[in-house]
């Protein structure tokens, strides 16, 4: 069955960084969308970034310029690195993918599949 397993959150300062780490298994990944939404307590969940089998990407308006994400097709493994971090970046971040896209780059969360657990990232003033 199809498995995403999020990893590397934590807790930083303002300005700090993080990278997060989602290992995906159960289905074609190299051909797959991904992306990594997010969630804060009492808010609607919502796109971060997104990035297509061939690499293109694309961000929401809240953290482009300050986040990257990739992935590495031959371990199956999507990333987030997130720099210039601020307070209201705090959140669950979720990991999720779309194996079979009918729409590229979207951060629409009901265009995806399957989902990860969530891994929780608090930045303090």
């Known amino acids: 069955q199809v498995q995403l397993v999020e990893s590397g959150g934590g807790s930083v300062q303002a300005g700090g960084s993080l990278r997060l780490s989602c290992a995906a298994s159960?289905?074609?990944?190299?051909?797959?969308?991904m992306a990594w939404f997010r969630q804060a307590p009492g808010k609607e969940r919502e796109g971060v970034a997104t990035?297509?089998?061939?690499?293109?990407?694309r961000y929401a308006d809240s953290v482009r310029g300050r986040f990257t994400i990739s992935r590495d097709n031959a371990k199956n493994t999507l990333y987030l690195q997130m720099n210039s971090l601020k307070p209201e970046d705090t959140a669950t971040y979720y990991c999720?993918?779309?194996?079979?896209?009918?729409?590229?780059?979207?951060?629409?969360?009901?265009?995806?599949?399957?989902w990860g657990q969530g891994t929780q990232v608090t930045v303090s003033s």
């Open positions: 999720a993918a779309d194996p079979a896209p009918k729409v590229w780059l979207t951060l629409r969360p009901s265009q995806y599949n399957y």
């Open positions: 159960g289905y074609t990944y190299s051909s797959s969308q």
């Open positions: 990035i297509a089998s061939n690499g293109v990407t």
